[in-house]
T-cell receptor, first 119, second 113 residues
Framework: ETGVTQTPRHLVMGMTNKKSLKCEQH?????MYWYKQSAKKPLELMFV???????ENNSVPSRFSPECPNSSHLFLHLHTLQPEDSALYLC??????????????????FGPGTRLTVL | AQKVTQAQTEISVVEKEDVTLDCVYE???????LFWYKQPPSGELVFLIR??????QNEISGRYSWNFQKSTSSFNFTITASQVVDSAVYFC??????????FGSGTRLSIRP
């Protein structure tokens, strides 16, 4: 496998279900991201992990729970979602430069996305 | 406030025409990165270019060129002699120490044969 992979590619779930999205990067990067892309808001950054620590959570509802067990894997656990959560969920990775004056994130490489439909 | 504006929601041109996609950004930081990404119909965003705020040189890569002007806070993208395969949604993005990354709303480009 090369680049960034995501599974599953398509997911249909009911509002009471619990499911997880998986992302894996094979690029040796140290930062990973979850994005939500819907028709109403094209690209929303949800979570950022740098060196396996969450560094940003953009006011995402608690029904979305990320997990980053190591620098190559990122999960998004879903539970009790709403129909408005239906969207394309994109994972990305990049190299982050961590310094005393701040962190800099180079260009991101994206996976193909998971098309989620909540019934 | 950090902001990226892509005022052109959709553009449609005939193949072989040149087309320019506009990107205007706002940031108070003096150091920042600007990016362009392409999202073809398959859905996977593809990185095209990164520009450091200290480097105002324009860049050309084949049929693609980028014009970075700090004076107008713009980072425009031109495709010369467009082809049908250029049809996609193009996103401009900004990253500075104040924010991880902010994407514009995207411009949908359609190239008609």
């Amino acid at each position: 496998e090369t680049g960034v992979t995501q599974t599953p590619r398509h997911l249909v779930m009911g509002m009471t279900n619990k499911k997880s999205l998986k992302c894996e990067q094979h690029l040796g990067h140290n930062a990973m991201y979850w994005y939500k892309q819907s028709a109403k808001k094209p690209l929303e950054l949800m979570f950022v992990y740098s060196l396996e620590e969450r560094v940003e959570n953009n006011s995402v509802p608690s029904r979305f729970s990320p997990e980053c067990p190591n620098s190559s894997h990122l999960f998004l656990h879903l539970h009790t979602l709403q129909p408005e959560d239906s969207a394309l969920y994109l994972c990305a990775s990049s190299q982050a430069l961590i310094g005393t004056s701040g962190s800099w994130y180079n260009e991101q490489f994206f996976g193909p996305g998971t098309r989620l439909t909540v019934l | 406030a950090q902001k990226v504006t892509q005022a052109q929601t959709e553009i449609s041109v005939v193949e072989k025409e040149d087309v320019t996609l506009d990107c205007v950004y706002e940031t108070r930081d003096t150091t920042y990165y600007l990016f362009w990404y392409k999202q073809p119909p398959s859905g996977e965003l593809v990185f095209l270019i990164r520009r450091n705020s200290f480097d105002e040189q324009n860049e050309i890569s084949g049929r693609y060129s980028w014009n970075f002007q700090k004076s107008t806070s713009s980072f425009n993208f031109t495709i010369t002699a467009s082809q049908v395969v250029d049809s996609a949604v193009y996103f401009c993005a900004l990253h500075s120490s104040a924010s991880k990354i902010i994407f514009g709303s995207g411009t949908r480009l359609s190239i008609r044969p």
